[in-house]
């Protein structure tokens, strides 16, 4: 009962007032017989005639001084009974007012916890009261926003599913009842379609853990320049095999404190996503530098280019430019690896941000990285 935060409340505001009737109570009692004494004692005296008068007025002002003192501690015990009885009242009602946002608030989290995401606490006026409840709202808009993603990505991952496992099912159905035979180029097919559903596997794992802030990340102090070089000569054969022209621009050394692997999976998906952007003949500049206190990777091509409109979309999950299934595919080609490059970069403190002329006018992606 003492735990309850109504009764300490009520026990607090009760200990002020008795307190407060307390030393009331002791001040009159000592200070109002005295002075009542003196100024009976200057009438008395000023209305004494004779000799014998004297002693006379002596009793009869003891006799005052006495029934003053017993109407004063009546009336100070009523008093002090009426104060306390009041203040009770007052403290109850004051306490009940206090905590009813209280209640709400819990009433509310509750909801929460029980999954009713869209239910509200309203605001009390109380400014203390009223921060509680406006970061409850907004614990309860986050909740609601993550459930409304989980959902949605429910569903995108079976639609992503889809398609390969209706090519998978159509091939090996056809070949079990034999309306064609399993030739190589058919099982190729149906090992092709495993692959996407595999590849999607790891990009959701990827996704999930990105998106869930536990990208589980190395750092390590390293040369930027070196590991783009390096990422840029690994991919070279496949920018060789489509005719798309791989330019590292020369930079100096460049120290980061990050995750090498992840930062040269980025560099990787820019560079995969800018060649499959490319037709033959075109270029993709590879360069680092260093402003604002970033170092920055620049991933430049003269490709297919995007449209101001598709621009902020497609670092959304599984965002694909229409077109973009055309020609040749690398990378994963699930529409996630923008998704997952940002969020690795973000991780980190910097960012992978997109900017293109137009569509035809070729691209430019940036990974920028806070300098150590
Ligand atoms: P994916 O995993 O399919 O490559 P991304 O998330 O990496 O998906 O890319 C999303 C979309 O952005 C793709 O559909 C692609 O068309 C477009 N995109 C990415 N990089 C470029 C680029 N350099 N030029 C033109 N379009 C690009």
Not at 86 to 106: E, N
Not at 137 to 164: F, K
Not at 180 to 199: G, H, Q, W, Y
Not at 281 to 297: M, N, Q, R, S
């Amino acid at each position: 009962m003492f735990g309850r935060l109504s009764t300490r409340l009520l026990l607090s505001h009760l200990s002020v007032a008795v307190v407060g009737a307390g030393v009331a109570f002791l001040l009159v009692r000592l200070l109002a017989p005295v002075d009542f004494a003196r100024r009976a004692g200057v009438v008395a005296g000023g209305a004494g005639p004779g000799p014998g008068a004297g002693s006379a007025n002596a009793g009869r002002g003891r006799l005052l001084l006495e029934a003053f003192d017993a109407a004063i501690n009546q009336a100070l015990v009523v008093g002090l009974v009426a104060a306390v009885v009041v203040a009770t009242l007052l403290a109850w009602l004051m306490v009940r007012r206090l905590l009813r946002p209280l209640d709400r608030v819990r009433t509310t989290t509750r909801a929460l916890a029980g999954g009713d995401y869209a239910t509200r606490v309203s605001v009390p006026r109380e400014v203390e009261l009223a921060r509680l409840a406006e970061d409850i709202n907004a614990l309860g808009g986050a909740l609601q926003e993550s459930e409304a993603r989980r959902v949605r990505l429910i569903g995108e991952v079976a639609h992503e599913m889809r398609t390969p496992l209706t090519v998978i099912d159509g091939y090996v159905e056809g070949m079990i009842d034999g309306v064609f035979a399993a030739t190589p180029d058919r099982l190729a097919a149906v090992s092709d379609e495993a692959r996407v559903l595999r590849r999607l596997a790891e990009d959701l794992s990827a996704l999930s853990r990105a998106e869930e802030g536990r990208l589980s990340l190395a750092p390590a102090t390293f040369d930027l320049t070196a590991l783009v070089a390096e990422t840029g000569r690994r991919l070279a054969p496949q920018f060789e095999d489509a005719r798309v022209d791989l330019a590292l621009v020369p930079a100096p050394p460049l120290t980061v404190s990050a995750d090498p692997d992840r930062i040269g999976q980025v560099v990787t998906n820019l560079l995969g996503n800018a060649l499959r952007a490319c037709s033959p003949g075109d270029t993709v500049t590879l360069g680092i530098d260093a402003a604002d206190g970033h170092a920055v990777v620049t991933v430049e091509d003269t490709g297919r280019g995007i449209a101001p409109a598709e621009l902020p979309r497609i670092f959304e999950r599984f965002y694909r430019v229409p077109d973009a299934t055309t020609g040749t595919r690398t990378g994963t080609g699930s529409g996630i690896g923008l998704t997952i490059s940002r969020s690795i970069a973000r991780a980190h403190g910097g960012d992978v941000v997109a900017a293109s002329p137009g569509p035809g006018l070729g691209s430019t992606f940036r990974l920028l990285l806070p300098l150590t």
